[in-house]
């Protein structure tokens, strides 16, 4: 996909890519150190706007990856509209989906990244596996665990993609 955007002029860096269970915690923890004013349920919904709790965060399987920015207004006009123009109309042919889109139509989870894009060939093996084997009791030791079950980690976030990428996976 790379070769191909260069092609046409249009240049990506992956900004973050793979995390484990501790780079993301690290995220997490800075995050919720930093929204300490909130109620913890409020500071775990604030972190959730952009950010996955340990243990959910696609991320973790190597098959996402954050591309040039990590803002929306980036990809909305000049060369990162360009860019993310390029992704819309080229990035499925690649195997690669923008998984957190708009939630007008009923997504569920994480805020509009325009910059997270996930390859889905192999995400969608991961996204089965991890409906078969991880349950609520495996989202913990970190601060806010406690939360996975009443926020729905697993059902709101972990599977609140986009419905055009539901539809690639079938």
Do not use: C
Not at 30 to 46: D, F, G, H, V
């Amino acid at each position: 996909m790379n070769e191909a955007a260069k092609a046409d002029g249009i240049h990506f860096k992956i900004v973050s890519g793979t995390r484990n269970f501790n780079e993301q915690k690290a995220i997490w923890d800075r995050k919720w150190k930093r929204y300490q004013e909130l109620s913890p349920i409020e500071r775990a919904k604030k972190i959730l706007q952009y950010s996955s709790m340990p243990s959910t965060s696609r991320h973790h399987w190597g098959t996402d990856i954050d591309l040039n920015h990590l803002t929306n207004s980036y990809f909305e006009s000049g060369q990162g509209l360009k860019e993310y123009n390029w992704l819309q109309e080229h990035a499925h042919t690649f195997g690669f989906y923008q998984v957190y889109t708009s939630k007008e139509h009923g997504r569920t989870g994480y805020l509009e990244e325009k910059w997270h894009w996930s390859y889905l060939p192999l995400a969608s093996t991961y996204l089965s596996f991890y409906n078969s084997n991880i349950s609520y009791q495996d989202i913990t030791n970190f601060k806010g665990s406690e939360f996975a079950t009443e926020l729905q980690m697993i059902t709101n976030y972990v599977n609140g993609i986009a419905m055009e990428a539901k539809h690639a996976l079938d």
